[in-house]
């Protein structure tokens, strides 16, 4: 079955650190994976997304997120992290689901705080 | 701007009530979709539509009710709602294709009392 994990779910880094977020996906064929980023009350934001090619992945706000197939992961990085970063991040695969092959499964998601 | 319309963005239900979440999108986007997320739970798929006039159940379409009359209109209908239906609810659209990825809605936010 189609899934994704994400095993932490909460992380707090220091401004300015690095941070890594980690996910591992669950599926036969060639994955479509994407990031969302979703900040108290609002929607979710496209960060990145990776469906071919170059296995390493940049995004907006200086994210980037590698894809390796022998690992099953699509982890998400940031080199520093801003206060402004602090919010929930989302995992998720472009599965098939009843025949359609435009929908997502998410992951349950990581809260990230940064503390100053 | 362009984009996914949800209204109305928070609601108060009482058991038995029904109601009608709108969703709208001006993107001429085909596949369009709605997901609840609950604490700790992600985002999971309620009904999705690959476009006017065809719709399929997702994951947990149980208690809820879709149709798509237009390209542009996605609704979703509780009609008896229940408490277990407390949740926030996104609607999201995407062009035909998996690597597109969704644009969404900012969510209603739903409270069965």
């Known amino acids: 079955a189609q899934s994704v994990t994400q095993p932490d779910i909460h992380i707090t880094v220091s401004e300015g650190a690095s941070l890594e977020l980690r996910c591992n996906y669950s599926?036969?064929?060639?994955?479509?994976l994407f990031w969302y980023v979703q900040s108290p009350g609002q929607g979710l934001q496209l960060l990145l997304k990776?469906?071919?090619?170059?296995?390493l992945v940049q995004g907006i706000k200086g994210f980037e997120a590698e894809f390796k197939r022998s690992q099953s992961s699509f982890n998400l990085r940031k080199p520093s992290v801003h206060w402004s970063d602090a919010a929930e991040y989302f995992c998720?695969?472009?599965?098939?689901?009843?025949?359609?092959?435009?929908?997502?499964?998410f992951g349950k998601g990581t809260k990230l705080s940064v503390k100053p | 701007n362009a984009g996914v319309t949800q209204t109305p963005k928070f609601q108060v239900l009482k058991t038995g009530q029904s109601m009608t979440l709108q969703c709208a999108q001006d993107?001429?986007?085909?596949?369009m979709s709605w997901y609840r997320q609950d604490p700790g739970m992600g985002l999971r798929l309620i009904h999705y539509?690959?476009?006017?006039?065809?719709?399929d159940q997702g994951e947990v379409p149980n208690g809820y009710n879709v149709s798509r009359s237009t390209t542009e209109d996605f609704p979703l209908r509780l009609l008896s709602a229940a408490p277990s239906q407390t949740s926030v609810y996104f609607c999201?659209?995407?062009?035909?294709?998996?690597?597109?990825?969704?644009?969404f809605g900012s969510g209603t936010r739903l409270t069965v009392v």
């Open positions: 990776y469906f071919s090619g170059d296995t």
């Open positions: 599926y036969g064929a060639t994955p479509y």
């Open positions: 539509s690959v476009g006017a006039g065809i719709t």
């Open positions: 993107m001429n986007h085909e596949y």
């Open positions: 999201a659209s995407s062009s035909p294709g998996r690597e597109r990825g969704y644009t």
């Open positions: 998720a695969v472009g599965a098939t689901y009843g025949g359609s092959q435009g929908n997502l499964i």
